[in-house]
């Protein structure tokens, strides 16, 4: 178990262009969260899978956040368009749910900045 | 939607000494979980220590531990023998049981230590 990894680790963007991010997560852990985290601030809650279903996205995520967790392993995050504001750390978190232990364990994220 | 305060954005306190981190946060849910994250400067964010709601005995790990108030809506977390490790960002967060699956997070208290 090697903890929950994304990549990359950090992007740099010019603004309009397209970005992908990957997050593996804890083998075994069924959900998989997303969040965003500005400097100075705590996380923002993104979305979140249930196996390869996405369950949640809060109104943070714009039409231009697209997620997907296929075969409910790894995830993918993507931003079209990019805009300055969508400079910030993004996080990516893994748990296993129904053992009645609710931890969230987070990834080193990824650090996007749209220049 | 809930909310979770974090009055101090910055603590300080001497190598060995104690120092307790405040959080307030705002429901009308009676049954949710609590958290305490560390964020390391440029590390990934780890658990220090959770609460379930239900519980009236306050969590403790090692030199960390907890003080919670349901009633007053309080769960502030209490370092002894602090050491240089300890530095980060502390992160107050809620989970709800019900609808909402992510975390919501506080601003943070930058925590730190004087050798």
């Known amino acids: 178990d090697t903890g929950v990894s994304q990549d990359p680790r950090h992007k740099i963007t010019k603004r309009g262009q397209n970005v992908t991010f990957r997050c593996d997560p804890i083998s075994e852990h069924n959900r998989l969260y997303w969040y965003r985290q500005t400097l100075g601030q705590g996380p923002e809650f993104l979305t979140y899978f249930q196996n390869e279903a996405q369950l949640e996205k809060s109104r943070l995520l714009s039409d231009r956040f697209s997620a997907e967790r296929p075969k409910g392993s790894f995830s993918t995050l993507e931003i079209q368009r990019t805009e300055q504001g969508d400079s910030a750390m993004y996080l990516c978190a893994s748990s296993h749910e129904g053992r009645g232990i609710y931890e969230q364990y987070f990834g080193p994220g990824t650090r996007l900045t749209v220049t | 939607a809930q909310t979770v305060t974090q009055s101090q954005p910055e603590m300080s306190v001497q190598e060995a000494e104690t120092v307790t981190l405040s959080c307030t946060y705002d429901?009308?849910?009676?049954?949710?979980?609590l958290f305490w994250y560390k964020q390391p400067p440029s590390r990934q964010m780890i658990l220090v220590i959770r609460?379930?709601?239900?519980?009236?005995q306050n969590a403790t790990e090692n030199r960390f531990s907890v003080n919670f108030q349901k009633a007053a809506k309080s769960f502030s977390l209490k370092i002894s023998d602090s050491q240089l490790g300890d530095a980060a960002m502390y992160f107050c967060a809620y989970r709800s049981l019900k609808g909402a699956d992510g975390l919501t997070f506080g601003k943070g208290t930058h925590l730190i230590i004087q050798p």
């Open positions: 609460q379930e709601a239900y519980k009236q």
């Open positions: 429901t009308s849910e009676s049954d949710y979980y």
